[in-house]
């Protein structure tokens, strides 16, 4: 049973370019979230998709959109890359008990 | 300002030892999660508790959530070098989508 996927492993932007990152959620589970860790700190909600809609957002500009896919797989987008964008990017796959979020193994933006 | 506060910040202990993580909150909790993360990776869940006073054990862990469902500890007992990781909380406020998480209590179990 694969757990959740996340391509690529790493990425490396010059700022004002926009980046695309992928998620493929743990079989079974049709929710997706997508969190931002800087380093030394938690994770930060973005928003979370559910039945191909964005169903709850953070406190995060218009920037950052995502996408999902009907087979639950999701993408997000970040426009005009800023260097504060520097970050682990988490998706979290969650099922019928929403609140319990499983984690990929993230992808590491750099914006230099 | 953080929904959750962990303390401490950091721990190091040496192998054998007991240590406590503890998770607080003004805010109530329909379900409170812990995650370990290694450096590099995604956080691994360890545990959910969704009833207050409720206590969970899992080998040398246990976990226990707060009568209120304000707070969260979480215990190690006879602690080892595989225990060395980055020990996140994270509630979800009831009728919440999304988890908020303290900012980790780093622990360093030294052999």
């Known amino acids: 049973d694969a757990g959740v996927t996340q391509s690529p492993t790493h990425l490396i932007k010059t700022r004002g370019q926009q980046v695309t990152l992928r998620c493929s959620p743990k079989?079974?589970?049709?929710?997706v979230s997508w969190y931002q860790q800087a380093l030394g700190q938690g994770p930060q909600f973005i928003f979370q998709?559910?039945?191909?809609?964005?169903?709850q957002r953070g406190n995060f500009p218009d920037r950052f959109s995502g996408h999902q896919f009907p087979n639950y797989s999701s993408e997000l987008n970040v426009n005009a890359l800023l260097l504060g964008d520097s970050a682990l990017y988490l998706c979290?796959?969650?099922?019928?008990?929403?609140?319990?979020?499983?984690f990929g193994p993230g992808t590491r933006l750099t914006v230099l | 300002t953080q929904l959750l506060e962990q303390s401490p910040q950091f721990l190091s202990i040496q192998e054998g030892e007991n240590l406590t993580v503890y998770c607080n909150s003004s805010?109530?909790?329909?379900?409170l999660q812990w995650y370990r993360q290694e450096p590099g990776e995604g956080p691994v869940l360890l545990v959910t508790?969704?009833?207050?006073?409720e206590v969970k054990k899992l080998k040398r862990l246990t976990f226990q959530f707060g009568d209120a469902r304000k707070d969260s500890s979480l215990h190690i007992t006879a602690a080892q070098p595989g225990d060395t990781g980055l020990y996140l909380c994270?509630?979800?406020?009831?009728?919440?989508?999304?988890?908020?998480f303290g900012a980790g209590t780093t622990v360093t179990v030294r052999a």
């Open positions: 979290a796959s969650s099922g019928l008990a929403y609140n319990e979020q499983f």
């Open positions: 805010s109530v909790f329909s379900s």
């Open positions: 994270a509630g979800a406020e009831i009728n919440d989508y999304k988890l908020s």
């Open positions: 508790v969704v009833t207050g006073g």
């Open positions: 998709y559910y039945e191909e809609e964005e169903r």
């Open positions: 079989s079974g589970h049709d929710t």
